[in-house]
């Protein structure tokens, strides 16, 4: 049996229907929610000549006295949110500054002994945009010419010069709700024409990118030394042209696929290099068949894969994987997998979503929508 701990944020779907699977399976889970704290969350940290480093954490949900868990899922951990309820408004935020800078140290204390997937040092370098586009080319992987920043005369001058045009995305997802609608601003081709003024231009940074003609879209999910992959026909449908995200998850035409070797061998060097032992990645086949490399998110959605391919049992594998997590992880295939449509059709999977409504502090995921607009019922890519 496994001790698995995962920090997270209430009405997570991919932790809820994780820990369900890992307790079905007979395993020891606990989720830990940052945005409980600290309202209602007590955490106390001792040290002395006489005793050891030791950690307590008490709240709903959760009583720790000890931190002995096998493997730290860092799975997308919610900030403290200050209780400005509670406080004199010129209190806020220094009293949210303490809280912050208290929880900047938690990492440090979530078990020492334990496997993270993926540790918290390896986050913020992975998730930098400009530094997986240079770990991908150090790999050997294709990756198209890039422009980041704010200066007006070189976006301009780049745009300019791109002969199949370019593309532009954000450093950061933005999606803001209209009355009933979902606005996400994902990846569009313009022209010089489309640009903002020089102002604009540099007062947001952006991305910009030469465009690439598509023959399809890969996504790829690496599990250590194991992967599950699909192919995305996002040119089948004008919604998808510049991004697969524009049409509905439940609308693409997805199948399984399987990556070339040097492709494969090219992930695990970058992610060996990135000190990580799982990863999304996300690829372009052009038009001759050559996959150019995107993106890589460390803790990428991945039930979705399953939800469309439901052949593919990320979610046993993954579990497997949380147990003893390792670069040289292999998935094996047995009878009694758990599968993920068996636990969203439970009575006990939306009662864990009312649970986490009712005595939770709820913080959105600020990569994701609003949980209403997630998976299947709710996940997104």
């Not at 399809?216 to 089948?236: K, L, P, V, W």
């Amino acid at each position: 049996m496994a001790k698995v701990f995962i920090a997270t944020r209430a009405m997570d779907e991919h932790a809820i229907i994780v820990e369900t699977a890992l307790q079905n399976k007979g395993h020891q889970s606990c989720r830990w929610f940052g945005s409980d704290f600290p309202a209602l969350q007590a955490v106390c940290c001792s040290i002395g000549p006489e005793a050891d480093l030791a950690l307590s954490i008490r709240g709903p949900g959760i009583r720790l006295q000890r931190f002995d868990f096998d493997t730290v899922w860092y799975r997308r951990p919610a900030r403290p949110v200050a209780p400005s309820a509670w406080l004199h408004p010129d209190d806020v935020p220094a009293a949210s500054r303490e809280s912050e800078v208290f929880w900047q140290s938690f990492p440090y204390l979530f078990g020492p002994q334990a496997v993270w997937v993926n540790h918290w040092e390896s986050r913020a370098r992975t998730n930098n945009k400009i530094v997986q586009l240079c770990e991908a080319k150090k790999a050997g992987l294709r990756i198209p010419r890039s422009l980041f920043g704010n200066d007006a005369g070189k976006i301009r001058n780049f745009v300019t010069n791109m002969p199949q045009g370019a593309i532009f995305k954000t450093f950061f997802p933005m999606r803001w709700l209209d009355g009933d609608t979902l606005y996400k601003a994902n990846t569009k081709t313009i022209d010089v024409e489309a640009l903002a003024s020089d102002r604009m231009l540099q007062m947001v940074p952006g991305i910009f990118q030469e465009r690439i003609g598509k023959k399809c879209e890969i996504r790829a999910t690496f599990m250590g030394n194991h992967y599950f992959a699909i192919r995305i026909d996002s040119q089948s449908d004008a919604r998808g042209a510049d991004d697969f995200r524009g049409i509905p998850t439940e609308q693409l035409k997805v199948q399984p696929c399987i990556l070339p070797r040097d492709v494969v061998a090219k992930c695990r060097t970058m992610m060996k290099n990135l000190n990580i032992l799982f990863g999304s990645f996300d690829f372009i086949v052009d038009a001759s068949g050559e996959y150019v490399f995107l993106e890589i998110n460390e803790q990428g959605q991945f039930l979705w894969l399953e939800q469309l391919c439901p052949d593919l049992p990320l979610l046993d594998a993954f579990t497997e994987f949380l147990v003893a997590p390792s670069a040289d992880f292999v998935y094996k295939p047995r009878r009694g997998a758990v599968k993920m449509d068996a636990i969203v059709k439970h009575r006990h999977y939306e009662r864990m979503f009312e649970e986490d409504n009712e005595h939770h502090v709820y913080a959105p995921d600020p990569v994701l929508a609003d949980p209403a607009y997630q998976f299947g019922v709710r996940v997104t890519a």
